[in-house]
């Protein structure tokens, strides 16, 4: 059960477009059977030399963002494939939050339901954030999914748009899959028609 | 009086099981397919929760993602790989799921054996754990990708939460010049709307130009419906449809069938019917295309030359091609057509149909495989593997100096093992294609 009411965090910056789940976790790790330690290797081939060891100029691995939990991307974040391995890398890693001007259809779906939140902001507002994190790499942000607003340092407060469902899962910790069993009657009528 | 409906309509309303104010559809899914990958972590939550899978016949299995395509009677090397394999066994044993598994003979890419054994039909509702499920949607039916908690609620209910996708209409009318493959028409589609220029849509290829195509090339199509960002990509059932899934194993027989016909004639999108999003494209107009960059959306005419960054003007895409470029160790206004290649990869839920496989041994016959290339032919299924022996096509393929090996996904997803070095170019069929996984170089 995914769980989300607010935030505040750094942002770790990576303005790069189209970034697909094969980008965000490679395919060789999609062998697992488990969830478990899938954040190792968020970003990997971005992140690791060949050897395994750190690339000091990839922005992870950089002192300044150690910690942050709010990850801003180029536009069109997510796309490709379906693993959902996508957004256990990224929450396995500790990121709570993605902003981008838009996300995949799968993606966004998968991100909610493991308590990422898929932060749509308008084009504007999305280079105001990596000019901010440019200029001044340790300032925070706060995100409130209630009020569906992320609050910059200067006190601007810019609105995002959320499906009404997934707040309502999210702030209150609705089980989906408790959500759909509810309806047993309905889908063996379904079925028997 | 109903109004005019889109052949997505149809299939969306008579699936909605219920709906509250202000929640997404509950809806009703008929055929779920699984397979290694993007199962396991479903079916654990199945066991912590205690739950069943709620309707095991409408389930199907298969291996096709991590499984290598070498010899079958040797060992699976990959530990990590043969443990998600065992898992795949275990899970379908415990829960009473059919699974075509290494040593059926109708195991294959789960897009592939769908059709190819009849489970794929007209007017369904399918879904399974990977992007391309767009592929069933050649036959009318709205076929989409999901994740794997999706894959979970699906196996306890039978069911998904989803919200209703928009329509995009892709027209193309015309016929299409000589050489020109169905793979050409979708990636002249991605290259005009870009790979996010459908998300939140389900696009209907409609036109005269579909209407001629085979179902083998309306699959190829709506298997990269994905690229383009759509939900689900979905093409009218027509004569060409009904004979295609005529006979085959799980199509309906006698009365069923002719009961089944008659109400697949009622799914074509209405007369007067509309869309969200409608594009035109010329069939005459097309050519055959080729990517240059690490998505599939950055394609072009294969005789023309690679786009120089200097003359964009947006920067993020400007930054975005240069990165490609780099990556791609192309010059701008180089054109594709001479350069140089070291691996080819015929295959994949994309092109790796028994009429891909005539193609490529037509092109192939009496000739060699260049000293310095590697190429790989990698059938869709078990069954397309025995079609193509049977009329000698690996002779062709083997003689011509090409490894012939057994069905799977291999170097598409490239988490078999079979890979591209790092360095290397490689020209594939498949249809996906972030830029570590294919089309071009490592």
């Known amino acids: 059960m995914a769980h989300f009411t607010s935030l505040t965090s750094r942002i770790i910056p990576l303005p790069i477009n189209d970034i697909d789940t094969d980008q965000i976790i490679p395919a060789r790790f999609l062998k697992a059977i488990s969830k478990d330690g899938m954040g190792d290797n968020l970003f990997a081939d971005w992140r690791y030399n ?83 994190t440019e200029e001044s790499p340790r300032a925070e942000i706060a995100i409130d999914l209630a009020a569906q607003t992320v609050t910059l340092p200067n006190g601007k407060k810019v609105p995002f748009p959320m499906d009404g469902f997934a707040k309502t899962c999210l702030l209150e910790g609705v089980d989906e899959l408790g959500y759909l069993m509810k309806f047993e009657k309905q889908i063996a009528e379904y079925e028997a028609t | 009086m109903t109004p005019p409906l889109t052949l997505f309509q149809k299939v969306w309303n ?43 016949e409408k389930t199907v299995a298969t291996m096709d993602h991590s499984i290598p395509t070498h010899d079958p009677s040797l060992p699976i090397l990959d530990e990590i790989a043969a443990k998600q394999i065992a898992q795949m066994e275990t899970n379908a044993k415990e829960f009473g799921i059919s699974l075509y598994g290494m040593t059926s003979p109708h195991r294959g890419i789960v897009h592939v054996i769908g059709p190819e054994l009849g489970l794929t039909q007209p007017g369904m509702t399918i879904v399974c754990g990977d992007s391309h499920t767009s592929t069933h949607g050649a036959f009318g039916a709205l076929a989409f990708g999901i994740g794997t908690t999706e894959v979970e609620h699906v196996l306890a209910t039978q069911c998904l939460l989803q919200k209703q996708p928009k329509t995009f209409e892709v027209k193309i009318e015309g016929e299409l010049q000589k050489g020109v493959s169905a793979k050409d028409i979708i990636l002249a589609l991605l290259a005009q709307i870009g790979i996010g220029g459908a998300t939140g849509h389900v696009f209907e290829y409609r036109g005269s130009a579909i209407k001629n195509l085979n179902m083998e090339q309306r699959m190829t199509i709506c298997n990269m419906s994905i690229e383009g960002g759509a939900r689900a990509g979905m093409i009218a059932p027509d004569d060409e449809t009904f004979q295609y899934i005529a006979g085959r194993e799980f199509t309906p027989k006698g009365e069923a069938w002719e009961k089944a016909l008659l109400r697949w004639k009622q799914l074509p999108t209405d007369d007067g019917a509309t869309f969200d999003k409608t594009i035109t494209l010329n069939a005459g107009d097309l050519v055959p295309m080729i990517t240059y960059g690490t998505n599939p959306g950055m394609g072009m005419k294969i005789t023309d030359h690679v786009p120089d960054p200097d003359s964009i003007k947006d920067e993020s895409q400007k930054l975005a091609l240069t990165k490609a470029l780099n990556y791609m160790g192309l010059k701008p206004n180089q054109p594709m057509l001479g350069q140089r ?86 020209v594939t069929h498949g249809g996906g294609g972030g830029s570590h996984r294919k089309d071009h170089r490592r």
């Open chain 2, 341 to 426: 290649i070291d691996v080819v990869f015929i295959g994949s839920c994309t092109n790796s149909r028994i009429s891909d496989l005539r193609l490529a041994a037509s092109l192939m016959k009496d000739r060699k495989v260049a000293s310095s290339v590697r190429a790989l032919i990698v059938p869709g299924s078990q069954e397309i593997k025995k079609q193509a022996e049977q009329e000698g096509l690996d002779k062709i393929f083997k003689s011509a100096g090409a490894e012939w090996r057994e069905a799977g996904c291999s170097m598409c997803i490239a988490m078999n093992g079979d890979q591209i070095e790092s360095g290397q170019y490689a």
């Open chain 2, 14 to 56: 008579s699936h909605v099981v219920a709906q509250e104010k202000d929640s997404p559809a509950v809806l009703y899914i008929d055929l779920h397919l699984v397979h290694e990958v993007t199962s396991p972590q479903a079916f654990t939550g199945l066991r912590t929760r205690k739950l069943k899978v709620r309707r095991p």
């Open chain 1, 50 to 132: 060949a050897d395994g060891s750190p690339k000091k100029d990839f922005v992870l691995n950089k002192d300044e963002y150690n910690g942050a939990q709010i990850l801003l991307a180029g536009d069109n974040f997510g796309c490709g494939s379906s693993r959902e391995h996508a957004p256990w890398a990224l929450t396995g890693y500790g990121f709570r939050a993605v902003i981008s001007t838009s996300f995949a259809d799968i993606f966004r779906n998968n991100a909610l339901k493991n308590g990422l939140l898929p932060i749509i902001v308008d084009a504007e507002t999305h280079r105001d954030l990596f000019d901010l």
